[in-house]
Structure formats: C-alpha cells, structure tokens
C-alpha cells in the first residue's frame, strides 16, 4: 500500500483536542460577532491569524531527526513533493478556519466581501502561514510564532512599529510608496487587513513574490536537511 | 544479485566518520545479521541503504524504494499518533485489531510490536532492513518477530537486521557482519553449515569478544 506524503503528514499533524476546542469556540465566537456585532467580525478574522501564526509553525528538522518522517523518507519521493505536502499538511487548518469564517460573514452579511475572501486577505493568510512554517523547518514547533512575536514586540518597544504603519499605505501608487508598503506589511502583515479592498495589486504582488520566494526557501531547506538520527 | 548493496561506503556526521570505507550486500531469500558495540555505526548503515542517509562517499544500490521496509526502533514512531491510525498507512488490512490509543500511552515492547508490524505489512516486500527489532519485545513478540523474517526470507526479500540479541541474530541469521569503529571488523561468519543454534551462538559471541579484544 502507498502512502503518499500529504496523508502522511496529515496523519501526523492533524488537530489535537484542544486545538479542535479552540477551533470550534473561534468560529462559535464568529457566529456570535456575525449575530450581534457584525462590524467587529474582523475581530475574529485578526484571531484566526494569530493563531495561524502557531498552527503553521510546525517543525521539520526536529522531528526528521527523531525518524518520525522515515516511513515517507524510505519511499524517495521528490524533496520538492515532501515540501509540497509538508506545506499543505502544516497550513491547512489555519486556511480552513479562514475559509470557515469568511462563509460566515458572507452568510450574515448581505452585500459584504468577507475579508478572509479579498485579495488582501487570501495574500496575508498565505504570506504568514509560509514564512512561520519555513522558519520553523530547522528549528522546533512554533518557533516562526515566537521569533515573529518576539520581532513585532521590539518593532513596537522602539517606536518601529509605527513608523512602519505610518509607512504603510494601501493606496499607494508610486514606485517608493509600493516598496515601503510592501516592506511595512511583510513585517506586520496585520496591516494589509487595514482596508482590504483599498490594498493595490502592486503592494499584494509584492506580499505574493515574497510569499513564493519563502516558500522555495523551505523547500530547499527540506531537500538538505540530512535524516541523521538525534542522540536520544 | 544483491537486492541491496553498500560499495566503498563512508558517512561523517559532523566530525565523527561514523561509516568507514564499508562493503556490504545482501541477496534476496537471506538475512544478514550486523553485530556490533553502540555506536559501531550499525544504525548509520542501515539508515544509508534504506536511503535515509546521503553517504558522504561510495555508493548504494538498492531496489526500487517501493520494496523497501524500514524499522528504525520505537523511539522513532511519533507519540501522538494513534498506534491504529499509524498502521492504516501502511496497510488497512489488520488494522482494526491495532489499539487506537498513541504510541505515547502505550509500553515500549507494544510500540516496537507494533512498529515492526505496520513496517512489513504491506506486501511485496523486497529489502528489510530492522535495527534492534527485538529490544523490549517479550518472549512471544520476539518468536512472531523471528517466524516472520524467515517467512520473508522464503518469500524471497533480503533481510538486514541489527541487533545486539546474539541468540536471536543465530537463530535467523544466514550470515552475520561484524562492525567496529564504522568499519567491517572481521569476517563474515556463515551461520549456516549444519551448525546448531547453540554453536552458532557460540561462535558469534566468540567473534564478538574477539573484535572488542577480548573485552
């Protein structure tokens, strides 16, 4: 029987309770929002990203290390299919939660382009699922998360932060404004759900070159990790 | 012709040449026992033919990778995974016997049980390679372990096993390797020959004495 490497790697990585828990009370939250408050739901939306920042941080090195991965190793599939599957495996409920609360706000508000739906907000779900994911390759579980946090904690600390807002414009249509844009939302990414509908095509291209570029980044990472055996 | 085989094969990880220079192969309907001390390089060499492991030079011919079978030990197999779920990826039939519980909850003599089990049990098995299978397994997992090597070497698949289980590698082995410091340190000792269990044993032990020098 073949496995092929996307079930694998669900199989290993798929929801434990509590996340399931935190799941469920996030889009029971949603719900409520949608029912009472509807202009507040991007509240929501705002959740579900944080916690995608930790869902997507999954860890390979650490876990390859440990054999955990010989099983799909042993078959030699392509290191590019691994990372496919590994990608996949390490952002899907995160883009399901996202799709999940997107459905919501259409259903509940008529003549509303639900955020997770707008190019923003698909740019911005793929851009932090694939930079925490690729951070945390050859580190441990969540550690993309906790770097990214530490990151925007000493931006914030020091002022940077808001620079960096103030340098963000969704608008923006020269070739300066879309650079620092793009620069000010690749770190703090929050600000491209600012004004979603407002963010130009240039500053998202931008967010998915760099999203792309990430992405081969990791890919190359699994393909030279070697299956050396931690000392246990 | 070897089902597998290691030419002029070194590894270093990091500084340490864990392999040195080995030669090895195996043919399909034989078991080779590789004994050796820890951190002989056993594991390194079984986890360079299951292609786990780019050797640093030499080179590895092996079947096609949908023939092979790898057991890494069950420190290997994740703790929160179902043991029933884990199983279902290498076979469905069978499963449902398998406790739903994970690995983490589970003694280590089940993990290994069951590890081995899900490894080998999909059909077609071509080249076995098992690394310590009988550590922590009980008299009756050891004796199922044992029927179903020999009965994968009737059905023709080359068998590597590594073990420090001298009586159990004599009982299975058509031939064992000795390794010592990354290399091949002596002989090949045949374990056939009309030679009883108990001989065979004997012999291993004293090859194994030997090569520690007389340790």
Redesign the interface.
């Known amino acids: ?3 092929c490497p996307l ?2 790697f669900w ?2 990585m798929r929801p ?1 309770v509590s996340t399931s828990a935190i799941v469920c009370v996030l889009l029971a939250f949603g719900v409520y929002l949608e029912g009472t408050y509807a202009d507040g739901f991007d509240q929501v939306v705002a959740i579900a990203l944080f916690l995608q920042l930790f869902s997507a941080s999954t860890g390979y090195r650490d ?1 390859l290390r ?3 991965f ?2 799909i ?4 599939p392509g290191r590019w299919r691994v990372a496919l599957a590994h990608w996949t495996a390490s952002i899907a409920l995160g883009v399901l939660v996202w799709v999940a609360l997107g459905v919501i706000d259409f259903v509940g508000r008529q003549g509303h382009w639900p955020t997770p739906f707008t190019a923003a907000g698909v740019a911005v779900m793929l851009y932090v699922s694939t930079m925490v994911w690729m951070v945390s390759l050859p580190l441990t579980r969540y550690a993309g998360a906790v770097l990214w946090l530490a990151i925007l904690f000493a931006l914030a600390s020091t002022q940077y932060l808001q620079a960096l807002r103030q340098a963000f414009s969704p608008g923006a249509d020269t070739a300066t404004g879309v650079l620092h844009s793009a620069i000010s939302a690749l770190v703090c990414p929050i600000f491209l759900l600012l004004d979603p509908p407002a963010t130009s095509a240039a500053i998202l291209g931008v967010a998915l070159l760099a999203t792309a570029f990430v992405w081969i980044v990791g890919a190359a990472m699994i393909g030279r990790f ?4 931690a000392e ?1 | 012709m070897p089902a597998g085989e290691l030419l002029h094969v070194s590894k270093r ?1 990091g500084r340490h040449l864990a392999v040195d220079d080995v030669t090895l192969s195996v043919s399909h309907g034989e078991i080779v026992g590789l004994v050796g001390p820890n951190g002989a390089g056993k ?2 060499l079984l ?1 360079i033919f ?5 050797p640093s030079r030499g080179e590895v011919r092996a079947v096609r ?2 023939g ?1 079978r ?1 057991f ?2 069950e ?4 703790p ?2 179902s043991a029933r ?2 199983y279902r ?4 039939e069978g499963a449902d016997a398998v406790t739903a519980r994970p690995f983490g909850v589970l003694s280590r003599g089940t993990r290994q049980h069951i590890g081995i089990e899900a ?1 080998i049990a ?1 059909p077609g098995a071509a080249l076995v390679l098992l690394d310590e299978p009988w550590e922590g397994l009980d008299p009756d997992a050891s004796r199922w372990l044992s029927n179903a090597l020999i009965e994968m070497r009737a059905a023709g698949a080359a068998t590597l096993v590594s073990s420090h289980r001298i009586h159990d590698l004599a009982a299975v082995c058509d031939r064992c390797e000795f390794i010592l410091e990354g290399r091949v340190a002596a002989p090949t000792i045949d374990c056939g020959g009309g030679l009883s269990v108990e001989q065979r044993t004997a012999l291993l032990f004293q090859t194994f004495d030997r090569i520690r020098g007389g340790r």
């Open positions: 029987m073949r496995t079930r694998f199989t290993l434990s876990r440990r054999g955990h010989d099983p190793l042993i078959r030699r070697d299956g050396r055996l246990t | 990880l594991t390194t986890r299951a292609g786990l492991l780019r990778a949908a092979v790898y890494g030990g420190q290997t197999l994740p929160q995974v779920r884990w990826l290498f076979s469905r490894a999909a």
